[in-house]
């Protein structure tokens, strides 16, 4: 085979490497690559699968690539070849699907794209607009029942006033989502368009602008391709399910053997999409779950250690969702090295809020090479709606469609049994990606809200979402001398009422925010979730937690939330 490509004068000479592995140096247009003899050989056997069609050449960075690149080569190879077999069983079945994009623009692509990213308005400041993200008004009929826990129907009537409320519980951590550039994108494109998408992604429901926006996003998380979903819920839903689908695929019988089942390592305090998705490829019993303690890297270690499955995917949430803290991203790559498994992580608080480009956690940490699959939502940072799921490209000599992305699109349920993306909503996080990319005095203001609130709280909080779970040591203690179903109902009934309270109390001093009760959480962790902005003020927080010092003792929180969880 070797010799093929060498008649096609692409391959020059073989050579033994530094790490012995035999590799293949690959010249074209004057630039030299580095390939794995497995690498070409797939490659080579991928280029045969298609008859008459001569491989178009995705080639990797120029070498020289260093033994660690070389080993991460080989990582991904495993997995490439998995989806690789696996793509090729689905042709067999005639399960392979494709998106065809109709094309709502006139004119190519690239230009439409430039043109509306000309007409792009960015701010380098703060502008009175920007604070409708977090300030809101509610009638105060429907403000006295939330005061008592009635619950609304929002059709109270007879009032013309109005409470007005600063918001410390949305996901809009960049407040974009009153952003005029933005909203003139969506209202461009719906008037243009309508709103309809007319049907899934797969029918008649995809188009250009969604093909712009992929393109974007996964230029902004340095990945080969990304592919849409309709919601991030949707987006784990239908990688996990495709994950589980790879098991049965490429198993020989009916049921999946052990060691060609998928073993999938998921954090303990994973989002509930991730958490279904896993639950749904259980279901096709090709896949194994083992779940790690919340951001304990020696206990995946030892999980990962002893098992014997060949593939494994490791995923977790970037920066969690309920308790702001983050998973310790440097040791999973560590581990990734270590012990080959497909890293796959959801970047749905990350993304747009960390990294100098919003490009997410694994920018902020300098490792975006080392993650395989970023999930992430366009429904928080981004100030918009939807999902996505930007990936890899095959690693090496490949044709140019995309084998992951296409995987996903042909297995994923969630996105292929619902309906695309409306235009104008592609529209919107088109321009929002742009608008968070370039108004980078954002995400210095959110981190400069981090700041301030740990400075006037003392609470060692590092990140824009704050857990602070309600339970004292004291009620804890009374509630003790009961036996133990009965202590731990007591302590619930104490932690809501508690929780309650609390919350009532801020709403009084006008500031919104959410408690969370299990099932969010887990049982006896209920909590206030107070999350910052980027269009909140040092003004609103000396406000904000000179109201929360009345219901808190900052103090004891410094003694007792020494783990970022702080005790009201
Ligand atoms: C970590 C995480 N993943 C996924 C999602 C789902 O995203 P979406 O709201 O776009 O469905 C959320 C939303 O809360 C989340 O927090």
Known sequence: MVQRLQSRNKVRHLKQSSTRRLVVWLVSNSKRYLLTLSQLLNSVLSAQRVEGTPPTVQLPQPASLSALQISELETMRHWDQWVEEALHKLDRLQLLRSLRPIYLHNGPTQEAQKSAEDEFNVFDEMQTWDRSSVEVHIPEPTFEKWLHDIPSSGDEEGTQKFKKLLLFSGNDYLGLSSHPTIGKAAAKAALEHGMGPRGSALICGYTDYHRRLESCLADLKKKEDCLLCPTGFAANMALMVALGNVGSLLSAGKMPLTNEKIAVFSD???????????????????????????????????????????????????????????????????????????????????????????GGVAEEYNCEGDVDICVGTLSKAAGCHGGFIA??????????????????????????????????????????????????????????????????????????IISLIVGSEEKALQ??????????????????????????????????????????????????????????????????????????????????????????
């Open 479 to 568: 509630a003790s001398q009961f036996d133990f179903p009965l202590y731990l109902f007591i302590i619930q009934q104490l932690h809501l009422t508690l929780l309650s309270s609390t919350n009532r109390s801020l709403l009084k001093s006008g500031f919104h925010v959410t408690a969370i009760r299990p099932p969010t959480v887990p049982p006896n962790s209920c909590r206030l979730r107070v999350t910052l902005s980027a269009t909140h003020t040092r003004n609103d927080v000396e406000r904000f937690t000179a109201a929360l010092s009345r219901c808190v003792n900052f103090r004891e929180i410094g003694i007792h939330g020494s783990n970022g969880y702080a005790r009201l």
């Open 391 to 464: 990936c890899r490209q095959l690693f090496i000599l490949a044709f140019s469609y995309k084998r992951w992305k296409q995987f996903i699109q042909s297995r994923g349920r969630s996105f292929i049994f619902s309906t695309a993306t409306p235009v104008p909503i592609a529209a919107a996080a088109h321009a929002a990606v742009f608008v968070a990319r370039k108004e980078t005095w954002r995400r210095r203001e959110i981190w400069n809200r981090v700041k301030d609130f740990r400075a006037l709280t003392g609470i060692p909080i590092n990140s824009p």
């Open 268 to 358: 303990a305090l994973n989002h509930a999409s991730i958490i279904d998705g896993i639950r749904l490829a259980e279901r096709q019993k090709s896949v194994e779950i083992f779940i790690y303690r919340h951001c304990d890297m020696a206990h995946l270690n030892a999980l990962l250690s002893s098992c014997t499955m060949r593939k494994k995917v490791v995923v977790t949430d970037t920066l969690f969702s309920m308790d702001g803290d983050f998973a310790p991203i440097t040791e999973l790559v560590k581990l990734r090295r270590e012990h080959d498994f497909l890293l796959v992580i959801d970047d749905a608080h990350g993304t747009f809020v960390c990294g100098k480009n919003g």
